[in-house]
């Protein structure tokens, strides 16, 4: 027989109660975690096949082929089958090697910006609990660095779901002053945002982890406030400002908000260039967005009152988890397209158990191998995320005048 596990003593009351539930919960989460991903074993990125570099970068797989045959650019790794595969890193040498070999369409090939285009940065934002924030700021990052594009992820959120999905559990792996709450506190322990800084397994993106201590802005502020904390080091102008030290390295930034109107909200809005608002489709939902909207528009002015800007190239309402067969959501959808036109994009993130499933083993469609989870599923579910990422990158491309 099995010995009994060693029982906690009981809580006398619900203090004891609850903090008894937080060990209990946190030790079977980090044993889940050891499991999934031993600490030895670092979250990696599969490589894709040569079928998969040629539409994701643009030519044909013939061409590829030839290429290869030819020894011009990387090297794939050839199967037993004799089938090529290209890491992330490859298919952007690949890139870099076309856009010489065929400088008439550089600008196809490597897509990052160019001198007088200026960083993009993308808010993730809604206050309505599982509008798919994280999942939509994700799927976003890793698209754009499959495009090529160098990207920063922030996890402006404290429940740090985006910084989990990039395989980081905030309790553990994520310590003191190590998110961005770090680059923008208000007393003499800030450092430098390039400090906070984490690369990721997925080439191209770069993260600032997000956890608990991002809640100290939120208690800070207010106190900075009673100060006279003025100018450059008013609250609002602080993510923006150390978003500045690093522009140079970055083509676009991806900030995934936490789900409430707070000072770190504002002062990712007043540092974005662009706004997408998730939106599920479902009637409790849009009347909360609306709340949202005109709580944010009522803050804003509240902060350009204070010398603050909202400088927007542009705003657009994502419509996510959308099951396009329920009658009830399409009307909803009409309604939302009805009243803001080409805001909402045209695009809409299909409700999709892929993506779900996905998600609770910390991995994204992009990560998984197409046969992992059935080819239709994939294929239907990858599709709309791609079309909605595919028209922000030409917003942003538009932002850039291109
Ligand atoms: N297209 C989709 N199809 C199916 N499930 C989805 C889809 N998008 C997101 N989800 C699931 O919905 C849940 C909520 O998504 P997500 O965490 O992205 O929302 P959120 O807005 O960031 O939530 P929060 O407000 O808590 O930060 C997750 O379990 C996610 O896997
Ligand atoms: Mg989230």
């Given at each position: 027989?099995?010995a009994?596990?060693?029982q ?35 979250k990696?990125l ?18 590829l ?21 290209y890491?992330?890193?490859?298919m ?23 001198a ?9 934002a809604n ?33 740090a ?43 191209g ?38 978003i500045a ?39 409790v939902?849009v009347?909360?967005m609306?709340?949202?909207?005109l ?40 309604l ?37 989870v ?6 239907r ?10 028209e ?11």
């Amino acid at each position: 027989m099995k010995a009994a596990r060693p029982q906690p003593a009981p809580p006398t009351n619900a203090t004891q109660r609850i903090t008894q539930h937080a060990e209990l919960l946190s030790a079977q989460l980090r044993s889940m975690r050891d499991a999934m991903f031993p600490p030895t074993a670092q979250k990696s990125l599969r490589s894709f096949s040569s079928g998969e570099v040629a539409r994701i970068v643009g030519v044909s797989d013939g061409y590829l082929r030839q290429l290869s045959l030819d020894g011009l650019g990387p090297v794939p790794t050839l199967s037993s089958g004799g089938r090529r595969s290209y890491t992330l890193g490859q298919m952007n040498e690949l890139r870099t090697f076309l856009s010489q070999h065929r400088p008439k369409e550089a600008l196809a090939f490597v897509p990052r910006r160019r001198a007088g285009e200026k960083l993009q940065v993308l808010a993730v934002a809604n206050f309505k609990g599982g509008s798919a924030k994280t999942t939509t700021s994700l799927y976003l990052a890793q698209y754009l660095a499959l495009q090529g594009y160098r990207v920063l992820a922030i996890d402006l959120d404290p429940q740090a779901s985006l910084s989990a999905m990039f395989g980081y559990q905030p309790e553990f792996d994520i310590g003191a002053n190590e998110t961005l709450y770090g680059a923008i506190r208000y007393d003499d322990e800030r450092r430098p945002l390039r400090e906070v800084i984490r690369p990721t397994y997925f080439e191209g993106i770069h993260l600032v982890p997000g956890n608990l201590e991002l809640m100290e802005f939120e208690h800070e502020t207010p106190r900075a406030m009673m100060r006279g904390d003025r100018g450059r080091d008013i609250f609002f102008r602080r993510v923006s400002g150390v978003i500045a030290e690093v522009e140079a390295d970055y083509d676009i930034v991806v900030i995934d908000c936490p789900p409430q109107l707070g000072f770190l909200t504002v002062g990712a809005l007043n540092a974005a260039t662009a706004l997408l608002v998730t939106i599920h489709p479902q009637m409790v939902d849009v009347a909360s967005m609306s709340q949202f909207l005109l709580m944010t528009a009522d803050l804003m002015s509240v902060v350009e009152d204070a010398g603050g800007k909202l400088d927007l190239d542009f705003v657009r309402y994502v419509v996510t988890r959308h099951d396009p067969n329920d009658v009830p959501e399409a009307q909803i959808v009409a309604l939302l397209r009805g009243l803001f036109r080409e805001d909402v994009l045209a695009a809409t993130a299909w409700k999709s158990t892929a993506i779900a499933n996905a998600g609770l083993t910390k991995q994204s469609l992009y990560e998984l191998d197409r046969g992992a989870v059935g080819r239709a599923a994939y294929d239907r579910a990858l599709e709309s995320v791609n079309a909605v990422n595919a028209e922000v990158e030409s917003l942003v491309q538009g932002a850039w005048g291109r």
